[in-house]
């Protein structure tokens, strides 16, 4: 009988083909969507997991998390720069690491910060850490070799930026992977970007700073003036201790800082203490949880979508099978005059629709998978942000739900064929 049905399948070969890619784009279709929804919750998660706390001013959580986290271009307002030397003094904080965005350097973003952050992120792969005004460290993904030479350029070149040409940071140590936005930034000492843009700390008899623009901004300084601060620039530095002495009691505004904590209990209590009408502690797991349930919505309709297209196509290949067994009464009725019985009949009709689209689900998950492999590939080296493809046990149960789905709508055309009458067939 398995002889027959494929002999009988490869003499109708272009119908079944059809009948296999229709069923193989639609299947396709729905696990590209959900693959790669999955893809952006693990990597986005996973690339959060490093950062505990991030305080910064008030306004969008949302915001904050991309800019800070993801390094996603957006002007961020700045906090008063007491809140630096605070956190560094509280004996509640492992570390706390400023981050000041604004410049790039083909099409990587130069951030500014402190070594703290830079060991918090990961080990370094080659070279050393920056220890001097005009030194940086890049991000594994940087196409750069150490000792190159970069000059920044104020915000986004393809966006009308210009270029810093009075410094020049020189790699001197590469990350190791991270699977994180940073592993496409240049990290530099956040006291050279406050030099050069003139955002040098400046302290009054009440103790505050007049520095209120965004570093994405430009602030009229004389570049050469703010060069001198950072000139040829390579004085030695203590990138975390100069936070606090170097650069005088209040160093300028910040748009964000990022907090390790001590403890989970510390954690929640320095949240609760920076969520005031000057600044915005937020956990970054929230934030993504409510971004997770936007996404959510999304993928309700896409999947919605896909279902709809999956139904359509299965209606489809209902009403092509019906018709394709009207046009083979005679074969059947051939069969039954040989002497099949019918439950043979049944068998070959039911097991030839069946093991097409069993064919195209097959394919259409193998589809799905690869679609996904290079979207999630693409959005990766965009941004940086490691997103892993992989099949959960949810999938499989999704692929037995199709195959059970499938096993019934082949059960039609095998009933009709069931029972039809050998006379009727030849005589048709």
């Not at 991309?66 to 030397?85: A, E, K, R």
């Not at 020049?168 to 406050?194: H, K, S």
Request: hydrophobic letters at 50%; zero cysteines; charged letters at 15%.
């Amino acid at each position: 009988m398995i002889g027959f049905i494929l002999a009988d399948l490869r003499r109708l070969w272009a119908g079944s083909l059809v009948v296999v890619l229709l069923v193989a784009l639609a299947t396709a279709l729905g696990v590209a969507v959900t693959l790669q929804e999955r893809a952006l919750r693990l990597g986005s998660a996973r690339a959060a997991d490093k950062f505990d706390l991030v305080i910064g001013a008030p306004g969008s959580e949302t915001q904050l998390i991309l800019s800070s986290i993801f390094l996603q271009p957006s002007p961020l307002p700045l906090m008063d720069g007491t809140v630096l030397p605070r956190l560094l003094a509280d004996p509640r904080v492992a570390s706390a690491a400023p981050v000041g965005f604004g410049d790039s350097f083909g099409g990587y973003p130069v951030v500014g910060t402190s070594t703290g952050l830079v060991h918090q992120l990961e080990v370094l792969a080659e070279g050393r850490v920056f220890a001097a005004l005009g030194e940086a460290v890049a991000g594994s993904a940087v196409d750069l070799p150490i000792g190159y030479a970069v000059k920044p350029t104020h915000g986004l070149a393809e966006r009308g930026g210009h270029a810093h040409t009075e410094l020049a940071y020189r790699i001197v140590g590469r990350l190791e992977p991270t699977g994180t936005a940073w592993d496409r930034a240049i990290l530099v000492p956040m006291q050279a970007v406050w030099a050069l843009h003139g955002m040098e700390a400046e302290s009054d008899a009440d103790g505050r700073h007049d520095h209120a623009d965004d570093l994405e901004h430009d602030h009229g300084h004389s570049h050469d003036e703010a060069a001198s601060g950072a000139k040829a620039g390579h004085a030695p530095i203590d990138a975390d201790a100069a936070l606090n002495e170097d650069w005088g009691k209040v160093p300028p505004g910040l748009p964000a800082i990022l907090v390790k904590p001590k403890s989970i209990a510390d954690a929640y209590k320095l949240r609760q203490e920076y969520r005031d009408t000057e600044t915005l502690a937020v956990f970054p797991g929230e934030v993504l949880t409510n971004l997770y349930a936007t996404l959510g919505d999304a993928k309700r309709v896409l999947v919605a979508v896909t279902t709809g297209a999956q139904v359509l196509v299965a209606a489809a290949i209902l009403l092509v099978t019906i018709l394709h067994v009207g046009q083979r009464r005679r074969q059947i009725g051939a069969l039954r005059a040989f002497g099949a019985p019918r439950r043979a009949v049944f068998v070959i009709v039911w097991s030839e629709l069946f093991a097409l689209i069993a064919a195209g689900v097959l394919i259409g998950f193998s589809l799905g998978f690869g679609a996904a492999k290079f979207i999630a590939g693409y959005l990766s080296g965009e941004s940086g942000v490691a997103m892993p493809v992989v099949f959960a046990a949810g999938d499989g149960l999704l692929m037995s739900l199709i195959l059970a789905f499938a096993a019934i709508l082949a059960v039609l055309p095998a009933v009709l064929a069931y029972r039809q009458s050998p006379a009727a067939a030849l005589r048709a």
